[in-house]
């Protein structure tokens, strides 16, 4: 049999169990052109929560009784396809199911001598290219600037903050424990760090940037953001990533940002990393050669199991992971990783 992993309902505040189902289905067979695909790790995002909603987004919704999907490390253990063979690693965008058939244009091979293949999921995937192209693109960060970043801690925000350095910026990382805090001190190397569980935000962000913020990477939104619009610098730059305080709090508002940005004339774009898809291999060869040069560091929290998805999933919204919330589902049965 194949288990699989079902929305059954849709959440209207946090998710939890009701709302996902473990069902056993069958192991299905590749068509022409199709590879089987064993599934090795599953990637959980934020982003999911939005799409566990019948609201108008810019992905599909997941539809109900049927199994919800993600960013995945696979290994092909069947193929009718010239372009993958058996035992070939592929990531890609998959059902959750321990077995499922893809076709193989859909997918990408692997290449191990990058770095462990997890990192297809995390610094060298989907957190990677957001984290370059947010920041890049529309942060635009120039030497000597400051550079604040919520969520600093995440498989997004931590390599944020690591382009800041790299970029020769200040910055200025928010996180929710001591461990994380930890982290982004010692071994990235950030300027400044602050507690939002523990400490005053706007206090603290006042002390930590005495010279105002050019740069705001938003991975959180809430109270965090509304402490940072009034430090704003002339021409600040504000790259909208995600908005996590308010994924699970229906009808969500807070204090208005306008004036804010009339004042200091600053630019916001909200963005996905899809908008940049046609700029991946740059994002890719940036991140590749800084992680090769040891200017690029990641973490990530790996759960066994895939019956244990879901509570890897439910922990994003308690701040559980450290860097990339992975889940491992099995090993690979023919090739070395």
């Given at each position: 049999m194949n288990k699989e992993i079902h929305l059954v309902k849709r959440p209207e505040a946090n998710p939890t169990q009701e709302h996902i189902k473990l069902v056993e289905g069958e192991r299905p067979s590749p068509s022409q052109e199709e590879v089987?695909?064993?599934?090795?790790y599953v990637s959980v995002d934020p982003y999911m929560r939005g799409r566990m909603s019948d609201a108008k987004s810019y992905i599909e919704p997941?539809?109900?009784?049927?199994?919800?999907?993600g960013g995945v490390v696979g290994e092909v253990v069947?193929?009718?396809?010239?372009?993958?063979k058996q035992g070939d690693l592929v990531t890609g965008m998959l059902p959750w199911k321990e077995y499922t058939t893809a076709k193989a244009e859909s997918l990408r091979k692997i290449d191990p001598s990058l770095g462990p293949v997890t990192t297809s999921l995390g610094i060298l995937g989907m957190p990677g290219l957001t984290a370059y192209f947010g920041l890049m693109?529309?942060?635009?960060p120039k030497e000597g600037e400051t550079i604040v970043?919520?969520?600093?801690?995440?498989?997004?925000?931590?390599?944020?903050v690591q382009i800041g350095k790299i970029s020769g910026c200040r910055v200025v990382g928010i996180a929710g424990s001591e461990d994380k805090i930890a982290y982004l001190k010692n071994e990235l190397g950030i300027d400044e760090t602050i507690n939002y569980k523990t400490e005053n935000v706007p206090e603290r962000l006042e002390a930590s940037c005495p010279d105002g913020v050019d740069v705001y990477f938003d991975n959180v939104g809430g109270e965090i953001s509304d402490a940072v619009y009034p430090l704003l610098n002339k021409f600040a730059r504000i790259a909208q990533c995600g908005a996590i305080a308010s994924y699970n709090v229906p009808n969500d508002q807070g204090p208005r940002l306008q004036m804010h940005l009339i004042k200091s004339s600053a630019l916001i774009k909200g963005f996905t990393v899809g908008d940049y898809q046609d700029r991946f291999k740059e994002g890719f060869t940036?991140?590749?050669q800084w992680l090769q040069e040891g200017k690029l560091k990641y973490e990530e929290?790996?759960?066994e199991g895939f019956e244990n998805i879901p509570h890897a999933f439910f922990g994003l919204f308690e701040g559980a992971n450290l860097g990339k919330q992975l889940v491992k589902v099995a090993e690979p049965s023919y090739s070395k990783q």
């Open positions: 089987l695909v064993k599934l090795l997941f539809q109900l009784n049927k199994p919800m999907e069947d193929s009718k396809s010239d372009a993958l693109d529309i942060g635009q970043v919520s969520g600093a801690a995440g498989a997004v925000g931590s390599t944020v940036h991140l590749a929290t790996i759960t």
